[in-house]
């Protein structure tokens, strides 16, 4: 047993060691933290009050066809774009339990036997000096890093908010996609619709054109009449066939959209969405609209995990502590390995202590401060592009409920003229050309209401995926 006093002077020296440690550590310092860039807040876009909706997730559903339903969730189910963003979130997670371990005790089992040739001028005398000899080693192996000053907490607070961004960038990824499939639904809608408006048109045509022959062949109309009549009836066929190429285009998007070929596109029922129906947006927009957008939220997330960078490049300036402690047995001969005075241990401080190393530290430090800059910028960016496109979506809208309602007025004054004109026209009351200028304000009145109709489902479903993808409900009072 050694003497009580040996004991207490290693205390002494150990003390002395961890001292000189803490001051060797001044002789590299970080220079002051590194200055970075303000967020946005919500004052500095103008975006202020209270919250006026609860969100609910599924915003699609709120179009109340059950074909959508089908076509989101096949696409959030196989599309490409998006299994790679959900195969890039799982990796960040993995990489957080990869980093989050180093912060734990370490054991490792670890067996050697080499021949080794033993030399005669080095420490050992004969007979080992000068021999050839197995020489083992079996036994455990220890390490455990002590994390005084934060920095591995503060890495694994880096790697586990970048696992945050890209489980968002995937949720943006998903939200981008359910958006686009609504979108290219909505495009196919209008054009069946925009087919049936012109198969409209191109039977109304046939029965003037029937009509104008009529009157030809008793001499009430000449054949300028007729040719005139029979064009028209030619254009209704090419509106028909350029309303079925852009429908046919649209169920290729959607093919590419949910994960299939579009040389084999999934058949389609005709859509049962309602053009009519409007989707629960918000009148004005507060900040805490803004904020759900996973896109923010993931900038945001960037912006942590940046901050903890930061934390962690100014912890390197302290020295590293570490535990390390072997347990096992060593032996020069195979006979011996395993006999009990082969038994081998130690156990004690590892200590590493940045003091020179040509501005390294310093470099990685104002690096980090400058991925922190970066970081907030982004999110500035992210923040001033979600506000923008929300208000373009608001401003549109509002301009089309104004439009929807004054073209309305118009298609009703428009269909009612064309009644007279041909209830006059069948009288002889009227010359053809008052019916064809009244007949051409229905059609394209028709047209233009089918068009504005696909607008502003598709701005809604803009503004509500701007938003966050949220469909929004008023609070209970």
Known sequence: MKPRGSIVRRGRALLVL??????????????GPPAHERPLGA??????????????????????????????????????????????????????????????????????????????????????????????????????????????????????????????DAAASELMLSSAVAQAYVEYARALRLEQVALRAQAQRRALADLTAQRAAAGLDSQVEVRITEANLEQSAVDIEQARMASELSRHVLAALTGASAAMPPPLEAPA????????????????????????????????????????????????????????????????ILEGDSLNWSVGPAIHLPIFNAGRLQAEYRRSGAELDAAITSYNETVLRGVREAADQATRL?????????????????????????QRYQAGLASQLTVLNAETQVLAGRRQRTQMLADRAVARVALLVALGGHLFQEPAR
């Open 18 to 31: 961890a001292l000189a440690t803490v001051i060797a550590a001044a002789c590299v310092t970080s220079k």
């Open 273 to 336: 969405l309602d053009f009519e129906r409007a989707l629960p947006v918000p009148g004005r927009l507060p900040a805490d609209l803004l904020g759900r957008r996973p896109d923010v939220r993931a900038a945001q997330a960037r912006i942590e995990a940046a901050a903890a960078g930061v934390n962690a490049a100014h912890a390197n300036f302290y020295p590293n502590v570490d535990i390390v402690a072997f347990a096992g047995v060593t032996a020069i001969g195979l006979d011996k």
């Open 43 to 168: 004052t500095d876009v103008a975006l202020t009050g209270p919250s006026i909706a609860v969100p609910v997730d599924g915003w699609w559903r709120a179009l109340d066809d059950p074909q959508l339903d089908r076509l989101v969730a096949t696409a959030l189910a196989r599309n490409p774009g998006l299994a790679g963003a959900l195969a890039r979130a799982r990796a960040a997670r993995e990489q957080v339990a990869i980093v989050d371990s180093t912060d734990a005790p370490h054991v490792n089992f670890d067996a050697t036997e080499n021949r080794t040739r033993v030399s005669e001028n080095y420490i050992f005398p004969p007979p080992y000096g000068g021999g050839t000899y197995w020489d083992g080693r079996i036994g455990f192996n220890l390490g455990w890093h002590l994390d005084f000053w934060g920095r591995q907490a503060a890495l694994i607070e880096q790697v586990s908010r970048g696992a945050d961004a890209a489980a968002l």
């Open 398 to 422: 509002q301009s089309l409920e104004s439009q929807l309602a004054a073209q309305q007025r118009s298609l009703v004054a428009a269909e009612h003229a064309h009644d007279l004109a041909t």
